[in-house]
């Protein structure tokens, strides 16, 4: 976690600033957390390849009287790297989300993010998309779990999940550029953004990383495994990172951000919460 006490940029509570991931205010320039952030984060599609591919882990699954999928028909799109992988459809689809979010998480660091982010940080983020990521393609694996038990292709929870990651790590994305391009006006500075996707709910980046979670979840294990992860980190955003961000906001924006609340009255999703 970074360090935020003697921070005069972040004028929250020592109890606000621990719970939160982000050291607020703070910009100074952190470059082997980030290198320890992209590398993490561009290797970690090749353990989930393995996984699908190889069935890396299986072996301990079987040993406990548990059966997985058979690897199915690999895919034929007539592109050679993707042919080349071996994988079927859905199994490249599974493949297709841990790239996307890898791309999408690098892009932010190197690009989007002004924060430190301490080799400490990296290394828990690189450890949480894993497990996340990792928890979605078993549940995919095991016959029990799995969302793909129907002969037909796509299955309806493919679908509704692809939707929800694409909505979701998009809106995510979008949200962040559209910040980014506002912070970097001199004009602005001091100024909260309410603009853009902010405008329809004032902590629009969680929720689409929120949506895009659930998908993929979804995506691998079904409708519970998504809800259950939807749920998860609808309620970390919702107990810890909106509030002590609240207090952030509050404090350095003033009558500014009341005036947002009150135009803004969502938090996480528009017209939802």
Known sequence: MPNQQGNPNDPRSEVSKKKDHIARGDYTPTHVGKATFFLLRGIEPLLQYSILARGLGTSLIHRVGLRTLPPGLPAHSGVSLIDGLGLSPYRLILLGMAVGAAVKQNIWVTALSGEPMPVGGAVAVGILNAVFNSISTYAFLLTATSASTETEFPQPALLIGSSLYVVGILTELVAEIQRKRFKANPNNKGKAYTGGLWSYARHINYGGYTLWRAGYAMVGGGYTLGALVGAFFAWDFTNRAIPVLNEY?????????????????????????
């Open 249 to 273: 906001c509050e404090k350095r924006y003033g009558a500014a951000w009341e005036k947002f609340k009150k135009d803004t009255p969502y938090k996480l999703l528009p017209f939802i919460y």
